[in-house]
Nanobody, 123 residues
Framework: QVQLVESGGGLVLAGGSLRVSCAASGRPFSSYGMGWFRQAPGKEREFVAAISRSGGSTIYEDSVKGRFTISRDNAKNTVYLQMNSLKPEDTAVYHC????????????????WGQGTQVTVSS
């Protein structure tokens, strides 16, 4: 079992920045690829970014490329999502998730999920 707890969400003005974190406990953190997903009210959950076990490989959803950066610190069992140039359409609950795969943008590939943290971007 892996337990994931997100933090760092909040309210920010459009154009601003926010960093959300996800702390993991349980099985060795470095055994899992990690991903961030988001879900806005009335919308499907969508992939945002993912990072490989070592942190050497990352993938991003097209709308966040160049604005968001995923990173991880395996010594701290934590994965981060740095979000810059935020837009109102980035408003959503952001969830981190863990997969035994190298990398995936498919929600079904992820075995463990956090409860999420709310990010609200006002215009």
């Amino acid at each position: 079992q892996v337990q994931l707890v997100e933090s760092g969400g909040g309210l920010v003005l459009a154009g601003g920045s926010l960093r959300v974190s996800c702390a993991a406990s349980g099985r060795p953190f470095s055994s899992y690829g990690m991903g961030w997903f988001r879900q806005a009210p009335g919308k499907e959950r969508e992939f945002v970014a993912a990072i490989s076990r070592s942190g050497g490989s990352t993938i991003y959803e097209d709308s966040v490329k160049g604005r968001f950066t995923i990173s991880r610190d395996n010594a701290k069992n934590t994965v981060y999502l740095q979000m810059n140039s935020l837009k109102p359409e980035d408003t959503a609950v952001y969830h981190c998730a863990a997969t035994p795969l190298f990398l995936s943008l498919q929600p079904d590939a992820y075995d463990y999920w956090g409860q999420g943290t709310q990010v609200t971007v006002s215009s």
